[in-house]
């Protein structure tokens, strides 16, 4: 699902380089539920934003979904995140100004669905969150694990193959994040494929596997990942490279 | 997407009124104060006859002095005399030929309750209704014959038949101007051309004329023209001697309806004034001249330097308007980084939200715009109570009502350019680790 061989990302300015990522490899197989760890600063974030398109890397090689990412364009990267990839943040980011509805139907839109796909599509998975009878409340009146559902609920409606969770917890309160990791395990039993940062080692430890990152590098990582078993019978199996 | 956008526009401007009101007002009154001077500047420098403007002629000879031209560099003069007036009416080479001035009479009212008074008139040929297509209520105009035995008939505009007959139709009827009676032949229905084209000299803005009489008639009567009197030697004592002088007075329009109608008028206009030549008379050399209605407005700066400079000045204000929406919607913009990054996250491309943000600029620019318009309509106002002369142009049609919302969408989406490229350059990375 996503493959990253000798992968590097160093940010310059005038007076310093800063390698964020380096010698970086990872395979990540579809149906697999990765947890990322590492303290702060060691490009689990970076990581994170890559493996989303969200920044481009310096070196080395990266495929997403058996697309080979070097040397796309803008437009080409967003619309492989558009369809493939979905984002769930530490912050929700959900847009304040707009009711639960008009939140997940923000990547339908830019994915051209027709009007009658999104509203079941939306009625699904905020249903699936157990948010649809919130349908057009708005982020403020909602508690923070219920904002994370929404979000997750936004990340989920496209259908995306690959789902990047940055601390997705980070921001809830025990039982809170519970009930979201709860939900996640969940949407993986069902055959999305999940990497999850986090600081956390109890929720790391609830993935199948872990890979720890220090200083830009993947440092350590459980050899005999243990898959869950997809209820839509996916039965990948699961390397690290 | 256009309607998802849209919404989104007008989701956005909602979220911060006061700013949005600052950029609507912003682009309104830059929009109102270039539409105003634009509008007075198109409608002075409009076609007032655009179906046959290219037919309808000025007719200039250049009588004027050896040793000066009438308006330098080279200019003939812009009317002619009466001399020329009758040579050219009896040679009659046009399609439509028309010599005419204006006259100022007393009108006495048969009506005891009107009291008499001074009225604007026009002394001409019959071939100018034909000419002009001033458009009939009642009747119609005099025919050749009557032009002919200097009848006493007129044809009245729509606004003295209303005063003096209560808008019926008068025809038949006498009206009693400068003591005479004159029988109603006609009445106009309500004519008022914007730019009076074919007598500039005596004020292009003018209103239209109260009635019409013959050519003939009022130099029978010898009744001296109301308007400008040009003469570059004195003329002999005597209505017969100003008849003969070389004073340019009279205004002569023709109808061609061909260029080589065109060229053959102009031909026998130089052999005239060769004729003349020889008798001592058009000392300069031949330089007779045939502008149609659209040379002839510019020749004569109808519109005026001022007023190009005013709109000039108006559009310069409209940029510092712009400006100020500039800043106005790159702070708005900014402000949006967060949530532009989101969007590039869930799959926008750079390109959707530059078309979004694009439209929600039009927004802002359709919004001024129709604002803008109202500010136009009341700039408008105050034009016509300052200036009276500029009545009938100061004014708004369809074209400027279009190009004021056409102006400001546009201008607005100009000024929505660079911060919406500011917007899109967003790294949607760093705005969401900022969150």
Sequence with gaps: MLKMNHLSKVYRTHLIETHALRDFSIHVREGEFVAVTGPSGSGKTTFL?????????????FWVDGVDVRGMNDDQRSRLRNEKIGFIFQGFNLIPDLNLFDNVDVPLRYRGFSAADRKRRIEETLSRVGLASRMK????????????????????????????????????????????????????????????????????????????????????????????????????????? | MFAYYLQLGLH???????????????????????????????????????????????????????????????????????????????????????????????????????????????????????????????????????????????????????????GQDSTGKKVRLNEIEYTILGVLDKWQPRVKYYDLTNGAFNDAEEYYVPFTTAIELQTQGSGNNSCWESSKPGWDGYLASDCVWIQFWVQLNSQAREDEYMTFLNNYVNEQKKLGRFPRPLNNRLPDVNEW?????????????????????????????????????????????????????????????????????ISGGLIGLVLTWLGL???????????????????????????????????????????????????????
């Design chain 1, 49 to 61: 934003n890559i493996a989303g398109l969200l920044e481009e890397f310096s070196g080395g090689e």
């Design chain 1, 137 to 241: 409340h708005y982020p403020a009146e909602l508690s923070g694990g219920q904002q994370q559902r929404v979000a997750i609920a936004r990340a989920l409606a496209g259908s995306p193959r690959l789902l990047l969770a940055d601390e997705p917890t980070g921001n809830l309160d025990s039982l809170m994040a519970r009930g979201v990791m709860e939900l996640l395990e969940e949407i993986n039993r069902q055959g999305t494929t999940i990497i999850m940062v986090t600081h956390d080692p109890e929720l790391a430890a609830r993935a199948q596997r872990n890979v720890h990152v220090i200083d830009g590098q993947v440092t350590d990582f459980e050899s005999e990942p243990q898959l869950r078993v997809p209820a839509a019978g996916n039965d990948a199996n699961v390397a690290i490279a």
């Design chain 2, 12 to 166: 956005s401007l909602k979220r911060n009124p006061l700013l949005t009101a600052l950029m609507i007002f912003g682009i309104a009154l830059g929009i109102g104060t270039s539409m105003t001077s634009l509008s007075v500047f198109y409608l002075m420098g409009s076609d007032p006859i655009p179906w046959k403007s290219d037919k309808l002629h000025a007719v200039q000879l250049d009588n004027w002095s050896k040793e000066e031209p009438y308006r330098p560099p080279n200019e003939p003069p812009d009317q002619v005399t009466y001399l020329e007036a009758k040579a050219l009416m009896e040679a009659g080479k046009a399609d439509l030929q028309a010599a005419m001035y204006k006259v100022v009479w007393p009108l006495q009212p048969d009506n005891a309750e009107i009291k008499p008074f001074s009225s604007l008139g026009r002394a001409t040929f019959k071939d100018f209704f034909a000419m002009f297509e001033p458009p009939f209520k009642y009747g119609n105009a005099w025919d050749a014959a009557q032009d002919n035995e200097h009848a006493r008939v007129t044809v009245l505009s729509s606004a003295l038949n209303e005063k003096l007959f209560g």
């Design chain 2, 297 to 365: 407005i510019e020749a004569q700066g109808v519109v005026s330097r001022d007023a190009q400079i005013q709109v000039g000045l108006s559009f310069a204000f409209l940029i510092v308007c712009l400006v100020n929406t500039i800043g106005l919607l790159l702070a708005k913009f900014m402000r949006k980084s967060s949530e532009i990054g989101l969007r590039r996250a869930l799959g926008a491309t750079r390109s959707q939200l530059f078309t979004q943000h694009l439209v929600e600029a039009g927004v802002i620019g």
């Design chain 2, 381 to 435: 106002m105050a034009v016509r109570a300052l200036y009276a002369d500029l009545n009938n142009v100061a004014r708004l049609d369809w074209v400027m009502v279009l190009t004021a919302i056409g102006l400001s969408v546009a201008a607005a989406v100009l000024a929505g350019l660079f911060p919406t490229w500011k917007a899109c350059r967003i790294t949607p990375a760093v705005q969401l680790k900022t969150q």
